[in-house]
């Protein structure tokens, strides 16, 4: 009879092991979908390394070797749904060919849809991220500033000169606070219904321009 391999290594069925950062990258990610889950149903101030440790189902020492505390770990889950937001509405306006508005209307319908889609990681990363503190504002402020990049590169032509520096600032803030009091009231599926307002609120700075939003360089 074969014996089982030594030392806990984790094998496919076929018999072939899996490569260490495989299982690593697997294991960190269970670890980040835990904290989701926990910071979403406790909130971010209220919710422990134990709680995070019981939702993903992994040893405590696990978690330590992925993250040096419940701080780390969130900004970590953060980061990581603020890059993949971005390029789901970036990929989403490179495929529209058309003016400012329907490109602006593509990407917007591109960003409810993958926050309807996981509520639990939307509701971490939309309403339980001012929780933080100060300690987010950084990152708030780069998460602003990289959708403002993307929208800014569709200002008009001529007309660009006349709007303030900051307007495209100013449209994802707000966008941001209106999908956070929409999801504050723990209904992610709704916020999809929000589409024609969002689109509205966005557009008007834009009022009378003929651009076209840009897709996020990769």
């Known amino acids: 009879m074969a014996r089982a391999p030594k030392g806990g290594s984790r094998a496919r069925p076929g018999g072939h092991q899996l490569r260490p950062a495989v299982v690593a990258h697997h294991q960190r990610q269970r670890i980040l979908a835990g904290a989701a889950k926990a910071v979403a149903a406790k909130g971010y101030r209220e919710t422990s390394v134990a709680d995070i440790v019981k939702s993903a189902a992994i040893a405590r020492a696990r978690f330590y070797e992925n993250f040096s505390s419940k701080e780390d770990c969130f900004f ?48 971490a990363f939309v309403v339980e991220g001012p929780a933080v503190g100060p300690a987010i504002n950084e990152r708030f402020e780069r998460v602003v500033a990289d959708f403002a990049a993307l929208l800014r590169r569709g200002r008009p032509g001529e007309a660009a000169t006349e709007l303030p520096e900051t307007v495209e ?36 700075p834009f009022a009378g321009g003929d651009a076209a939003v840009a897709p996020a360089s990769s």
């Open 76 to 123: 970590a889950l953060y980061d990581n749904t603020a890059k993949e937001t971005l390029n789901v509405v970036a990929e989403a306006c490179e495929g529209v060919d058309g003016e400012f508005a329907d490109r602006l209307r593509v990407g917007l319908e591109a960003l409810l849809g993958y926050l309807a889609e996981d509520p639990v990681r939307a509701r």
């Open 169 to 204: 600032e100013t449209v994802v803030g707000g966008l941001y606070w209106l999908l956070y009091y929409a999801l504050l009231d723990g209904r992610p599926k709704r916020i999809q219904k929000l589409l024609p307002q969002l689109t509205e609120f966005a557009l008007i």
